[in-house]
C-alpha cells in the first residue's frame, strides 16, 4: 500500500523559507502529476504548485517567483522551496503524486508564518 509521508513544515515569520518534502512508500504505476496543495481554515483546498513528469510547472498566482516545486523521479519525491513567505501562506500543505491507475494524498503539514 502506498504512503506518501510528509516533512518540513512548522512556524516561520514572515519573509522566511521553509522545504517541504514529500515521499512515497510503495511504488505507484506511471507517476504523471505530483502536486501540493494548501487548506486555510474556513477555505477551500487549493492547488499551490505542480510538476508532470515532463518536468512542466505551473503555481497559483500569489506564489509565483517565491516558491518552486521539484521532484526526484528515483525516490518518488516532491519538494516545495517556500521562499519570502507571507502570513496569508499559513494553511495545511498536502501533497499528492498520481499515476495512471491511481492517486494518493499525504497526511498534510502545518505551515504557519507569523507577521
Known amino acids: 500500500q502506498v504512503q506518501l509521508v510528509e516533512s518540513g513544515g512548522g512556524l516561520v515569520q514572515a519573509g522566511g523559507s521553509l522545504r517541504l518534502s514529500c515521499a512515497a512508500s510503495?511504488?505507484?504505476?506511471?507517476?504523471?502529476?505530483m502536486g501540493w496543495y494548501r487548506q486555510a481554515p474556513g477555505k477551500q483546498r487549493e492547488l499551490v504548485a505542480a510538476i508532470t513528469s515532463g518536468g512542466s510547472t505551473n503555481y497559483l498566482d500569489s506564489v509565483k517567483g517565491r516558491f518552486t516545486i521539484s521532484r526526484d523521479n528515483a525516490k518518488n519525491t516532491v519538494y516545495l522551496q517556500m521562499n519570502s513567505l507571507k502570513p496569508e501562506d499559513t494553511a495545511v500543505y498536502y501533497c499528492k503524486i498520481a499515476g495512471t491507475i491511481s492517486g494518493h494524498w499525504g497526511q498534510g503539514t502545518q505551515v504557519t508564518v507569523s507577521s
Open positions: 510503495g511504488s505507484i504505476f506511471s507517476v504523471n502529476f
